[in-house]
């Protein structure tokens, strides 16, 4: 029964959801450079980039010579297809919000987009 945001509203909306999907990205980034960097013994650059190859879906790039790292190899790369989803999701949700709004929006209201102030419209008859 409310009425659509306004279009300017909707992409500071999507910025701010850009944003928290980035930080989330650079977490589990950070989190996966670490983790080689301390069970693996690669440097900065090997770690971001593995950690970074994991992250996208793509694999590791170095071979991994122990079992600690392997393991923690195994799980940041189950980690990251869950992260990569809800990524996604937190990327999609006010995509889809808006379009679900747009086709359930009540006919006796004007669209604030469409330049209505928000009151009902009167009927014609």
Same mark, same amino acid.
């Given at each position: 029964s409310q009425l659509m945001i306004s279009r300017r509203a909707f992409l500071r909306r999507l910025w /701010?959801?850009? +944003? %928290?999907a980035v930080g989330i990205m650079g977490a589990s980034l950070a989190f996966g450079m670490l983790g080689y960097m301390l069970l693996a013994g690669l440097s900065m650059v090997d770690a971001? /980039?593995?950690a970074s190859?994991? +992250? *996208?879906?793509? *694999? #590791?790039v170095d071979q991994l010579h122990s079992d600690g790292a392997k393991l923690f190899a195994g799980f940041y790369a189950l980690l990251s297809g869950f992260i990569l989803l809800g %990524?996604? *999701?937190v990327i999609l949700t006010p995509i889809f919000h808006r379009l679900l709004h747009h086709f359930h /929006?009540? #006919?006796d209201t004007s669209d604030v987009e469409s330049g209505g102030a928000g009151q009902p419209q009167s009927a014609q008859v």
């Open positions: /701010l959801h850009f +944003l %928290v971001f /980039l593995n190859m994991i +992250l *996208g879906g793509m *694999g #590791p %990524v996604a *999701g /929006l009540d #006919p």
